[in-house]
């Protein structure tokens, strides 16, 4: 019997449905493939991205680490070329990573941060496009503080401008608690155990006569233990101001010399004062120098502060004709006491007709960029581990900012009035002979 039109094309339909779907599954499952294996290739990719992360991290903290433990003497220069072979070699097992070239910065004093990148490329993630992934990772590592007990090494550097004091008054009264500040740092403490000195500054500093064997060429007549400022470059900034010894880099010697100042007022750069009374062991020498300090010129406190450090800077071990002075870092307290009005004119006068334009505060206020560079000293001796105290008189309120950022914490003392001169030198007192010892550790 013959089968129903009707049956017939249902069986047809069907059967042509049936070749439909099975066709459709396929077509989906073909496209749903390409996604599928991305998806898996990206976790795979991200899991060798995630090893190759811990990898960086870890070679990162150690550049870190490496770059804040070398010596204070060396630049952000040396530091960064240390810090980068650390990290190239730390990252030697991972061998499909392109790590670009890291790079260190100082954050603050004592304070390093290296950054650095990679570029893996991805293995299973191309089919989506993505041929490579990019990392990146910091690390930042910085100086903590232990207290140590030991030797006390201090240098009073004192302003002997002319712009120091409005009367004679005040000046006797400060320099009488400047002799009991000498005094009292050596009372109770064992024979040789406290270092002192004093150092007036002005332009520049009045050195020993044997201080002539730190400078080249030969020495001039009636020379009087003046060296001229020497300013260097280092990592790109000019005019910079370094504890560098004679050994590594010389001095010339300072001859006096008349100066044509912007405005045609003629100005004259010279070695006011009386020398330094450096590295002595008790207050016989220290309370008379105080007294007979001299004055005069325009003042450099960039100047001033940089013999400071010299002359607690283990760099110039035996240059002071006492053995083995400076002491190294963290053996005992080092402690730099400068007293300034902050009013100069020495260093614009000097360096910025040839050195391009800066700020200006003034008559007599100095410049932004001779502020710049005394912070640049501060920051470099604070980060040595030593001690520096501001004692600043009114007359500038242009150098504030500049002489609270070279202080250490705490230890910038503004002077209103003479019990103000006392109660700062009281308070610098109270350290005795504690210092601190730094510490580098991992902040990031």
Not at 252 to 261: M, Q, T, V
Request: hydrophobic share 40%; proline share 5%; with cysteine.
């Amino acid at each position: 019997m013959p089968m129903p039109i009707r049956k017939l094309r249902n069986d047809q339909m069907m059967r042509s449905l049936g070749r439909s779907e099975s066709g459709a599954v396929g077509l989906i499952f073909g496209l749903a493939l390409v996604p599928m294996v991305g998806l898996v290739g990206a976790a795979i990719d991200y899991n060798r991205m995630s090893n190759t992360r811990v990898s960086m991290q870890s070679a990162a903290d150690a550049a870190t680490l490496a770059a804040a433990r070398m010596p204070v003497s060396a630049t952000l220069a040396e530091r960064n070329q240390v810090a980068k072979a650390v990290f190239s070699a730390n990252l030697s097992q991972v061998s499909d990573a392109n790590p670009g070239a890291g790079t260190l910065t100082r954050v603050a004093d004592g304070h390093f941060r290296y950054e650095a990148s990679a570029q893996v490329p991805n293995q299973l993630t191309r089919v989506l496009g993505f041929s490579s992934s990019n990392i990146s990772v910091a690390s930042e590592a910085a100086q903590g503080t232990t207290a140590v007990s030991g030797q006390a090494e201090f240098v009073v550097a004192f302003d002997i401008t002319n712009s120091m004091f409005s009367s004679q008054a005040e000046y006797d009264t400060a320099i009488a608690t400047m002799q009991e500040f000498v005094t009292n740092m050596f009372t109770g403490a064992s024979a040789g155990s406290v270092v002192g000195t004093v150092m007036p500054f002005s332009d520049r500093v009045r050195l020993h006569d044997g201080a002539g064997a730190w400078a080249s060429g030969s020495k001039p007549s009636g020379w009087h233990g003046c060296l001229d400022v020497r300013e260097q470059t280092v990592s790109g900034r000019i005019q910079t101001l370094t504890d560098d010894p004679p050994s590594v880099a010389s001095f010339k010697y300072f001859k006096n010399r008349p100066s044509s100042a912007p405005g045609g007022y003629s100005y004259t750069f010279d070695c006011f004062g009386e020398r330094a009374t450096v590295a002595q062991v008790g207050p016989g020498l220290l309370v008379p120098a105080l007294k007979d300090m001299g004055g005069g010129g325009t003042g450099r406190p960039d100047e001033g502060m940089a013999w400071a450090w010299r002359m607690l800077s283990p760099r110039w071990k035996n240059q002071w004709a006492r053995a083995n002075y400076p002491a190294d870092y963290g053996t005992g307290r080092k402690l730099a006491v400068y007293v300034t009005d902050g009013r100069t004119e020495a260093y614009r006068y000097e360096v910025l007709p040839t050195g391009g334009p800066a700020v200006v505060y003034g008559g007599n206020m100095g410049s932004k960029r001779g502020f710049d560079n005394l912070e640049d000293v501060c920051s470099r001796m604070k980060a040595a581990g030593i001690e520096v105290a501001i004692v600043q008189l009114t007359g500038n309120n242009n150098a504030t900012p500049h002489l609270q950022r070279c202080a250490s914490a705490s230890r910038h003392f503004m002077i209103n009035s003479v019990n103000d001169f006392k109660a700062a030198f009281k308070t610098i007192a109270g350290g005795g002979t504690t210092t601190t010892t730094t510490a580098v550790r991992l902040v990031r």
